[in-house]
């Protein structure tokens, strides 16, 4: 390598409107205010880094002071002294300050004050401010105080990543721009661009990886290049960017997930193993299963989303997400997600990676075993509920008669409702049951018991049910109790305790 190597980010710097990356609303609104002479005296940038604040700044900075023209324009020459020594961050008038370092209000005083004087070699004193949300609470004081009445010659050019930090009294002073995160496409555009400009090869797979690394900053996208080409030496492949990346290819996830999904334990952890030897970083594995997970629920047949299309996957993988999603649930999938983002801090927090992503496979090959809610129920044989919005054609629901605590606890047993079985045979003494009535004493007392009860019983028999709930204990048994004083008195039963003299009869199941 060159020992005056110039990073690409800053050789590619933007240096017109024009050549912005991915910035078209904000490039449309500037360069018409600059052309109808509506300057403003203070301008707010805003975006995740490396979207290109600063370039911004300083193609409004030389926009304002290119000596070419005798007033503001929107495309400034980039030839002049003043537009190259802007470019250069060397012009006297254009001040770049760095706001993670000069958080002082004595900081601020200083370089408020000198803004009082004209400019030297430009129309507009300028002041790029950049991470400005870092100032202290008495620096932005002075600094609003100054935006409160600003010198004609002055123009302020904040810049940050975090416009929620800025107080609104500054913000309500400037005007706010937004800076977008570039899309994978224009990303991709732009480095394929760089490439030829370096004459380095850089194949379609790898700008691809490249770009989606990136997300959405220009300037993190062209250091990974900068990484790529040093480790390649200008032949920049897929497999040398997954290497970098410590990533492993999108098919091989794909495969992965389908190996854990059909829930062969030995299989998923043998290919772990692979994976892993093969250098795969697991932090980043376990963001390409999370990212697997939420295309297969955007791709799930039954939510009808149109946008399989723009998923990172290609046709072939595409096709083996279809297959796999007809053997899984939406619900299944959610709880795969669920575990997954829990596993993010357990992966961090844990000494032994590897250990740790074992046991996430397990896991998750549990969870994709586990019957979900509606097929348990078809087991049961219990009409399973489609989630779909389709009008039902006029079919009347089955309801059930009850007419015997008998009959209710069936009923309870059959549709699932265990709690309340077990809560209803254990803590209830009966005095009373006939249909639409039921009379009874609760040991526990659980006052959501009753409401339950009632709302269940109304709505599998289609009927108004009066459950009453006495005070005072009449010292019945439970239904629990006397089925275990029948067994008790079953002359089998009771030899049997006979025989063993500290024997108990502790569970009863039927
Ligand atoms: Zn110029």
Request: hydrophobic content about 40%; overall charge negative; glycine content about 4%.
């Amino acid at each position: 390598m060159e020992t005056n190597y110039t990073v690409l980010a800053r050789k590619y710097r933007s240096q017109d409107f024009e050549s912005l990356i991915g910035q078209d609303v904000l490039v449309k609104t500037l360069t018409t205010a600059i052309n109808t002479g509506r300057i403003a005296h203070a301008y707010i940038f805003t975006g995740i880094r490396g979207t290109g604040k600063t370039s911004t700044a300083r193609i409004l900075a030389k926009a304002l002071n290119c000596l070419s023209f005798d007033h503001a324009t929107s495309k400034p020459c980039c030839e002049c002294e003043n537009c190259r020594a802007i470019a250069a961050g060397q012009h006297i008038d254009v001040m770049e300050i760095d706001a993670a370092s000069h958080t002082g209000v004595d900081n601020m005083r200083e370089i408020l004050d000198a803004a009082l004087y004209r400019p030297t070699n430009a129309r507009y004193k300028v002041y790029i401010i950049d991470e400005v949300h870092m100032l202290s609470t008495s620096a932005f004081n002075a600094l609003l105080k100054t935006l409160e009445e600003p010198p004609a010659h002055v123009i302020f050019i904040l810049a940050t990543t975090e416009i929620r930090k800025v107080p609104v009294t500054i913000l309500s002073r400037c005007q706010r721009f937004d800076l977008a995160r570039v899309p994978v496409e224009t990303l991709k555009k732009h480095f394929a661009w760089v490439a030829s400009q370096e004459q380095i090869e850089l194949s379609d797979g790898a700008n691809e990886l490249l770009a989606r690394a990136a997300d959405g900053s220009v300037r993190d996208g062209l250091s990974l290049l900068d990484q790529a080409i040093a480790q390649t030496g200008g032949h920049v492949d897929e497999g040398a960017v997954l290497d970098m990346l410590k990533r492993t290819d999108r098919g091989t996830v794909v495969n992965f997930m389908k190996t854990v999904l059909s829930g062969d334990v030995n299989a998923a952890l043998t290919k772990l193993d692979e994976i892993y030897n093969n250098g795969a970083d697991l932090t980043m594995l376990l963001n390409d299963m999370m990212e697997w997970t939420h295309w297969a629920t955007r791709m799930y047949p039954s939510l009808r989303l149109q946008d399989a299309t723009s998923s990172p996957y290609t046709a072939d993988q595409r096709e083996t997400i279809k297959k796999i999603n007809e053997n899984i649930s939406l619900n299944t999938l959610s709880r795969i997600w669920q575990v997954m983002v829990a596993a993010v801090s357990e992966l961090q927090a844990s000494s032994n990676q590897k250990q740790c992503f074992d046991m996430l496979i397990v896991r998750l090959i549990h969870i994709a075993d586990m019957p979900s809610i509606p097929e348990l129920l078809k087991q049961n044989n219990v009409p399973e509920q489609k989630p779909e919005i389709k009008p039902e054609p006029e079919k009347k629901q089955q309801f059930l008669e009850i007419k015997t605590t008998d009959d209710l606890m069936r009923a309870l047993q059959d549709t699932r409702e265990l709690l309340l079985y077990s809560y209803y045979t254990s803590n209830l003494e009966i005095l009373e049951f006939e249909v639409g009535k039921i009379k009874y004493f609760d040991r526990k007392g659980d006052k959501d018991f009753s409401q339950k009860l009632t709302l269940w019983l109304k709505d599998k028999t289609n009927q108004n049910w009066t459950i009453e709930r006495i005070e005072n204990d009449p010292h019945n048994k439970t239904i629990s109790e006397q089925i275990k004083s029948e067994i008790e008195a079953d002359p089998m039963v009771s030899s049997a305790m006979d025989l063993f003299e500290d024997a108990e009869l502790v569970n009863i199941s039927k």
